[in-house]
């Protein structure tokens, strides 16, 4: 049987120091203070690495989806990656952050397949594409914002 799937990235550029971004995005139990997509957060790992355990709720199209996932790879301060499985979607996401000039771009990398469900019927792209890009808009505002008065960082703490 024909695995079904597709993948997806979105990137945003923030404004803050990769600590910042790291800061919001690790700390999941304040995503639903920050978050649009995310109005519940009921595991969360205090110390994020491989293994861990992460569940939240997901608003898809006005309904809140629970996900129970896995953090697979953690490099910190860089990378989380988590997979999940629901009705045999298999789902992985990637955020990675890469340290600029003038801040942060973080990448989101999803992927989904099923060995036996049309991926896109339970995950449609353009709602997943939207969710994704809320997000980042939401990661971006949040990590500006613990960044306060401290950004534009000077050359040496861009350096570490």
């Known amino acids: 049987m024909r695995v079904r799937s597709f993948e997806m990235r979105s990137t945003v550029t ?15 139990n304040r995503w ?10 009921s595991v969360a790992p205090q110390v994020w690495s491989p293994g861990e355990a992460l569940s939240f709720k997901l608003r898809m ?13 953690v ?12 009705f045999t ?12 000039d003038a801040g942060v771009t973080v990448t989101d990398h999803k992927r989904f397949s099923s060995p036996v469900i049309p991926v ?10 939207r969710m994704t890009e809320s997000w980042l808009e939401d990661l971006k505002a949040e990590a500006e914002r613990l960044a306060g008065g401290r950004w534009p960082a000077s050359s040496r703490e861009m350096d570490r």
């Not at 923030?14 to 999941?28: C, G, I, M, Y």
């Not at 639903?32 to 957060?41: G, H, L």
């Not at 490099?75 to 629901?86: L, P, Q």
């Open 75 to 86: 490099e910190s301060g860089r990378r989380v990656s988590w997979v999940s499985t629901k």
């Open 61 to 73: 199209a006005g309904i809140a989806v629970p996900f129970n996932v896995r953090l697979t790879d």
């Open 89 to 100: 979607i298999k789902a992985g996401r990637t955020i990675s952050l890469e340290p600029r």
């Open 14 to 28: 923030v404004n803050a120091p990769f600590e910042s971004v790291w800061k919001a995005l690790t700390d999941a």
């Open 120 to 129: 896109g019927v339970y995950y449609p792209q353009f709602l997943i594409r």
């Open 32 to 41: 639903p203070e920050w978050c649009r997509v995310c109005p519940s957060v």
